[in-house]
């Protein structure tokens, strides 16, 4: 009961609302369609063909010299034209395909009008032996297709067509609805992976990453589901009609182009997004088994994520330039002379660029050797910071100002870092002379002691704070050296801990810590000249206020 109250409501609405208007209007939507030949070269005397068509569908195919091939395309669809409305608007079924001669060559007239003449160039091409035959089997078509096409614009077969197009547009409809639903219903449930269970904070990274990467191909797969299900009920609808199966198929001459490229855009998309979960997925294992100790578990974390963006950027720039081959390939353009050029364009680019192969060379190397990785904190030359960026070609660093430094990667000669597997806390602590070093040694190496025990710190403490000794006699007292090994990047927190609690520790036993002084020592004689000079000066004024 529904379905048939849709088909009439439908019938109705496409024939009183766009049927009969395009009917009364635009009788033959004369929309003009790009001339495809199936040649490519661009000689004016090179033989193309293209089609003759009649509501949008391909009546015969025709040849001729590229430079008369449009004007006679031109003359033919404006004779077809005029004999289909004629014979359409007759309220006579009766239609003659005749066949006569002139000049050797057969010309089709369709009830008494000239329509066109079949060359030998015609019968060449579509593989015929002579004219006449081409002519014959032409005349057969034309007069089926023109049927075909009055008793298409009968109001019973309108009707017909018009509950076919609500039918199709409530498919659309419910068809969307439901794949809306659907994705949303899956975008609810977390995606999974056979994962082994860890803590391991590299593989909970990578298994977030591969999260949004499965999320983000998910998205664009629906729009595309979408955009397919309401372009291709659109078309459907469009061919169900005469008046504007023209329209669909100039869409389909005039987006062969596009639709081609969205294909291939698509599909190195979605191919360079399944790399990078693989990519994620490899790494994720990799980490996962290893055995780690807790000194690697963080170099690990940063040589992962490095090695993990430098290779997701090599395959989304392979990725690019096969799917742009493959573009012009399917776009009909041969990619030899393109390869060949990018070949010599590649040597003089490389000799001209020996500095940029040198920094790729350099960035390789570092990321094999794991001079450093994102997330270090080192120094080149006079520079030093926070690496943020490393690629094969640039590092770049964020300096405790703020500043960003970019170093090319071949200027990278000596580095220093400050944060491979572990770092090292180095204290020099001063201690007044007169204290008692026996005392300060012990109270250095108990505040040590207490901090490794201390569940906020012991985590960044790798091993027992070491109490080197008396390493040197200073200006303002003796200068003790205390080493403490600490997790990567946690020297400096567990240093200012460190200075904290010893300070602390020092007021309560009474060891002084000595301040920046200076003791004058002067003769005798000095002295008394200075007493003098004192005496002098006073005497001088109480005689001037007198």
């Known amino acids: 009961m529904y379905s048939r109250f849709w088909a009439i409501t439908g019938s109705i609405f496409f024939n009183t609302v766009i049927i009969s208007p395009l009917a ?4 033959a939507l004369p929309i003009p369609l790009p001339n495809l030949t199936q040649q490519t070269d661009t000689s004016e005397t090179q033989v193309v063909t293209t089609s003759i068509r ?5 009546l015969f195919q025709i040849a001729a010299p590229r430079a008369s091939l449009q004007q006679r395309v031109d003359d033919i669809q404006q004779r077809l034209q005029a004999i289909s409305q004629s014979y359409f608007q007759s ?17 089709i007239y369709v009830n008494g009008q000239q329509l066109l003449t079949i060359t030998d160039l015609d019968a060449q091409v579509q593989q015929e032996e002579d004219p006449f035959s081409l002519a014959e089997r032409l005349a057969q078509s034309l007069e089926q297709n023109l049927r075909r096409a009055k008793q298409e614009r009968q109001p019973e077969i309108l009707q017909r067509q018009g509950a076919i197009a ?21 975008k609810q449930q977390p995606v999974t992976f056979a994962t082994p269970q860890t803590t391991n904070p590299v593989t909970t990274q990578l298994t977030r990453q591969r999260h949004r990467n499965i999320e983000e191909v998910r998205q664009r797969l629906f729009q595309l589901t979408q955009s397919l299900v309401w372009g291709g009920g659109t078309l459907v609808i469009l061919g169900l009609f005469p008046f504007t199966r023209i329209v669909q198929a100039w869409i389909f001459t005039a987006l062969t182009i596009p639709f081609t490229l969205v294909i291939v855009g698509l599909g190195t998309y979605v191919v360079i997004r399944l790399s990078y979960i693989l990519i994620d ?8 088994n290893a055995l780690l100790t807790s000194e690697d578990a963080l170099r690990l974390q940063l040589r992962v994520s490095t090695i993990s963006g430098v290779t997701k950027s090599i395959a989304t720039l392979s990725g690019v330039i096969i799917g742009a081959l493959i573009a012009l390939t399917a776009l ?20 001209a660029s020996q500095n940029l192969i040198k920094d790729a060379i350099n960035g390789f190397l570092i990321i094999v050797e794991d001079q450093y990785a994102l997330g270090d904190v080192i120094e080149v030359g006079t520079v030093g910071g926070l690496v943020e960026n490393l690629n094969l070609r640039i590092t770049q660093l964020r300096d405790a100002e703020g500043r960003l430094i970019t170093i090319p990667n071949s200027e990278i000669k000596i580095v220093a870092n400050l944060s491979s597997r572990w770092s090292r806390a180095d204290l020099n602590i001063p201690v007044a002379y007169h204290a008692d070093v026996d005392q300060a040694l012990k109270l250095i190496n108990q505040v040590g002691v207490e901090m490794t025990q201390d569940i906020r710190w012991m985590e960044h403490i790798i091993e027992t704070p070491q109490v080197l000794g008396v390493e040197n006699f200073g200006d303002r007292g003796l200068v003790i050296r205390v080493w403490i090994k600490t997790q990567p990047l946690k020297q400096w927190d567990v240093a200012r801990e460190y200075r904290r609690r010893l300070k602390i520790t020092f007021d309560q036993e009474g060891i002084p810590i000595p301040f920046p002084q200076q003791t004058i020592w002067l003769q005798d004689s000095q002295f008394q000249s200075i007493l003098d000079n004192d005496k002098k000066i006073k005497e001088k004024d109480n005689k001037r206020l007198s």
């Open 281 to 288: 997925q490899f790494t994720a294992a990799f980490a996962s």
């Open 24 to 27: 009364a209007q635009i009788p």
């Open 91 to 107: 309220d006579s079924d009766e239609l003659q395909v005749d066949i006569r001669e002139q000049n050797n060559l057969p010309i």
């Open 332 to 351: 009909g353009v041969n990619i030899a002379p393109i390869l060949a050029g990018a070949g010599l364009i590649g040597v003089a680019v490389s000799l």
């Open 166 to 186: 609500a039918g199709v547009l409530l498919g659309v409809v419910v068809t969307s609805w439901g794949i809306r639903r659907w994705y949303w219903k899956l």
């Open 54 to 58: 009649l509501d949008g569908r391909r």
